[in-house]
């Protein structure tokens, strides 16, 4: 089976700007999770989706936005970017509904660097 | 609040040598434990997982990990240590306050250093 996919895999946009980052979880996997990856805040929650509806979000600003396709594939969009959204932005999925007990499978993330 | 702790920024142990990474949580619940691995450049990749019953957990590559209710620990051991093994390691704990989701909370992050 194929494993996480991610693109881009590097990314720089200017203050101001919005990004989208597309996310293709392993075939059957019905949740997808994102994190933010900084040296200074460590891992992240951002969001998780599951069967196209969000079921829980993390503590971060409007500007943070995602969704998810019928396919199961995801995408989160971030606007008015912000130096400090400079971060690895890993997507992970997860089978049998995403139940608590099922391990996450990461993608190799999207490195975007604001500047 | 649900949270996890991992108490050393780096670990150093020589090759052959045995290793362990520790880990501390609190939940309100159960816990649902897991370690992760990052290698440079790198996404997360899965070691193992404590859901219930023995409290010794065998994982990928050698890894296992040991489950102590009493001292709410999750340790990550290794019998013989590789310089392969050199990478950040992450502890994680399922979010059951927030129902049945897949939200992780991670830890800080160990970096191991594996010397030949």
């Known amino acids: 089976k194929a494993g996480v996919t991610q693109t881009p895999r590097y990314l720089i946009k200017t203050r101001g700007q919005q990004v989208t980052l597309s996310c293709s979880p392993i075939?059957?996997?019905?949740?997808v999770s994102w994190y933010q990856q900084t040296p200074g805040q460590g891992l992240q929650f951002l969001f998780e989706?599951?069967?196209?509806?969000?079921?829980n979000k993390g503590n971060f600003p409007g500007r943070f936005s995602g969704r998810q396709f019928s396919n199961s594939r995801s995408e989160m969009n971030v606007s008015t970017l912000e130096l400090g959204d400079s971060a690895l932005y890993l997507c992970?999925?997860?089978?049998?509904?995403?139940?608590?007990?099922?391990?996450?499978?990461f993608g190799p993330g999207t490195r975007l660097t604001v500047l | 609040a649900q949270s996890v702790a991992q108490p050393e920024d780096q670990v150093n142990v020589a090759e052959g040598n045995p290793l362990t990474v520790k880990c501390t949580y609190s939940?309100?619940?159960?816990?649902?434990l897991f370690w992760y691995v990052q290698y440079p450049n790198r996404g997360l990749q899965f070691l193992l997982k404590?859901?219930?019953?023995?409290?010794l957990v065998k994982g990928s590559y050698g890894f296992e990990a040991e489950f102590n209710k009493s001292q709410t620990s999750f340790h990550l051991k290794k019998p013989s240590a590789l310089v392969s093994d050199s990478a950040l390691y992450f502890c994680?704990?399922?979010?059951?306050?927030?129902?049945?989701?897949?939200?992780?909370?991670f830890g800080q992050g160990t970096t191991l250093q594996v010397k030949p």
């Open positions: 994680a704990v399922r979010d059951t306050g927030s129902g049945n989701t897949g939200k992780l909370i």
């Open positions: 992970a999925s997860s089978a049998s509904g995403g139940a608590s007990y099922n391990e996450q499978f």
């Open positions: 075939s059957g996997h019905r949740s």
């Open positions: 989706y599951f069967s196209e509806t969000q079921r």
């Open positions: 404590y859901i219930t019953g023995d409290n």
């Open positions: 939940v309100s619940g159960n816990p649902y």
